[in-house]
């Protein structure tokens, strides 16, 4: 197959393209001081972004990890944002943005130029909705969508292809909803991402005992969805069984995350992909869950904790705290654990593995 | 946003409010005994349910955990459902409803206020349906849904949105498919519930290596859902490749479980999120399997054994044993060999980290 | 429930059946040697495939364990695919087909009695297409499928009911794209096939830290899946950041995978269900992930490697090396690891616990 026909990043066939954009609309845009050396770039019309290897001297390129700082030297970039740390090393001919957060300038550089596709307001007209439902005008309905009864849809809001939207949801403006997800029992902020296939507000796994097997505890509570919050695809959050399940402003949860119900997780959270938090947990602001990592239920994890990734979490973490390994220990025993048993069995062996 | 709109639990815009209900019906529908002190309570109509803190004189509220029992010392709730232990600590002002097992008594007193929504029998008119499918007139049909050929879907069965029904499935009475489900080459039992992007009966993994690549085994078992299972959302559950993979009459598996082809639970096993069974593997009776444990292929798990969170089984487990660590070892030896390893790592460090 | 109606495997419900077929063409088939013994089968007509246990005189059967050759001696099956190994125990009626790989000529003379259904080509009334979208006319376009603008849909690609197809996604030719598959920012080449629910080309976990939070950092690159590949139900694979996130040519992921943006898996690659690699790694070819093992970003995997169950990788891993664990280590060092903490556990506990 030919992958070439169009050149990365920003390929034309997927991708709005913008521009170009002269000098000082992106240094405005980054947040960045211009570093012009000798350079006449004031009338240079950029049109877009690229690596520091292929960029050309209309292009816009990046440099953030020390790693790559050899090829700055050698770029034909017309502009490269960078750190002031960089600012020595640039070429001749070429100018500087620099800034103090170079991959925050970048996103939002990279975002002039690639901006997300415009909402176009309207109802696919095979879209289905309930008695009672309100969509703000702005807002975009795709093909099959179904809304139940009583849903709020709020400005610019834009629901792709397949969306399930259960009775009496609460999406705010500025959303985007991807193909297949489904929400129920919920209600959602403003400016909320689901990515496709995303599952939110089913009912959590909740039984009793019974004479004749396991009998269904009602799911009665819900889930909410903060200002800002994103979730990836096929992740699953169940809505909470007597109170709600809750997800904190701007939190980024990624793909195949699973939320247990009457989980609350704080503001900005990160939840990275295949981990899982049971039911009840608390999360404080700013802690990250890295991927595959597991947290049981009714624990809570203090503001900024770390979690590693594969971590087994089975009790409280303090605030500020590195945890890894299952059980979860500090980052340092776990690591000096692993080299101490690698060290004993090596002695064991040499020992003839009769004695440790 | 505002969540206050409405009081938890059972928030009118998502869930269905039976009742008023007086006591003796709640007694009777609980299998309790009712407590009441000096308290007249018979004429009382309940409204409906609330946690300790909240429930006023005309709500029923719940005792189960022993850490909760400061709060109904001082619970404002008309009646508590709790065991015989907790009857001496009952306020004055509210009537117990005492049980031997008050989690199943909660269950079902809070199904009795929040049923289930009612199936509306009848079929969206934007199904597909196959030639030769049979819809029991009771049964209801959303939008979108897609019935292949030779179909069967029993009595008061509800298949949601977007659902994807492959030819010659049979589904029993009182099933509940959720929105963008997907069932294929599967026998379905009565009363089996499938949550949001459940993924049954496609093809397992298996393929041969040939000279040009892997080429593809055909899968040409089923899936056998038992009565009463219960599947969470983005769970996949694979054909068999030459016999079926069963799930046992009443087990209950959470969000995005993966169980492989031939795979067999028995009855009333209990699978948490995210964990995965892989081919050809047996569970007894009563297994439980907790989240992100994995499970080779080909071993057998015996009744009532338990699997511990992010276990890794590699060879079969004896019927009753608790297992975990990967690999899997009974509960009492992990936790001794962490103990003895950290203690181990504690005292190499302290000599230097030169001798173990 | 009736599990009896149909005999296994291949229940007529649920696949096609061609036969019956002469020894010769089966031989020709798995490109094996007849082994006929004093067995007169030339005129037999071969009329399906079975269990050694279970097959008859008209049906074909297969060995390829050592574990099951007892069943060989008993067998009533009038053929079975074996390795020279296991000729001598062949009972008399009964011929062979003898294959160095027993496998891969089970699975082809499977193939040959039961073929995947024939794509039926035509789009069904329900399908939404974009403008400028080109679909084969042997292609087979399902109900509720939405396609997006400037798709390219290849010569006898099949897509089933309520797939969503982003805008200018290339598909090639014999594709299988099952249901409530998403494919967006993609190519896909020949012989591809998604299983239900998988999500390709999503954009991936990429943000910036904002002065109000976190800020998304555009993600522009595509997926590119190669010939053959073939990806599991409820699977995520991420788009690219600024290139393209690149599955080899035959590799097989297994259901609930994650791949991160900028990924890129060499040839015939196999990863088992619910493991995860992150963003930037590289695979070379060959390389095998086994279930639920995780790979951290920006590390290489060499080719032929092996990635052991539960494994946590956080390192580049040599070609051709075997290792598991969670941090990853080879498998002699885990298990010799696993074998001397028991052993200074249990002395420990025997001297009272106090001294290790």
Known sequence: MDRQVSALPGDRRFFERNGPFPIQVLADCAGARIEAGGVEGADTPYVGIAPLQSAGPQEVSFLDNRRYAPLLEQTKAGVVILSPAFVDKLPKGTIGLVSQTPYLAWARVASLFHPLPAVEPGIHPTAVIGAGTVIDPTAQIGPFVVLGANVEIGAGTRIDAHAAIGDGVRIGARCRLGSHTCVS????????????????????????????????????????????????????????????????????????????????????????????????????????????????????????????????????????????????????????????????????????????
Not at 251 to 265: A, E, K, M, P, W
Not at 289 to 298: E, N, S, Y
Not at 326 to 349: D, G, Q, Y
């Open 185 to 356: 029992h919920a209600l959602l902020g403003d400016r909320v991402t689901l990515l496709t296939g995303a599952r939110i507000g089913q009912e959590g796994f909740g039984f009793a005992v019974g004479p004749d097997g396991f009998e269904t505890v009602p799911q009665l509570g819900r889930v909410v969805l903060e200002d800002g919050v994103e979730v990836g695809a096929n992740s699953t959050i169940d809505r909470g069984s007597s109170q709600d399940t809750v997800i904190g402003a701007g939190s980024r949860l990624d793909n195949l995350v699973q939320i247990g119900h009457n989980t609350r997780l704080g503001r900005c959270c990160i939840v990275v992909s295949q981990a899982g938090i049971s039911g009840s947990t608390e999360l404080g602001d700013f802690v990250t869950v890295a991927a595959q990592a597991g947290l049981i239920g009714h624990i809570r994890i203090g503001a900024k904790a770390r979690i590693g990734a594969q971590c087994g979490v089975m009790s409280d973490v303090d605030a500020g705290a590195d945890v890894i390994g299952s059980p979860a220990m500090p980052f340092r025993e776990f690591f000096r654990n692993v080299a101490v048993l690698r060290r004993l069995a090596k002695k064991a062996t040499q020992n003839g593995g009769g004695e440790a």
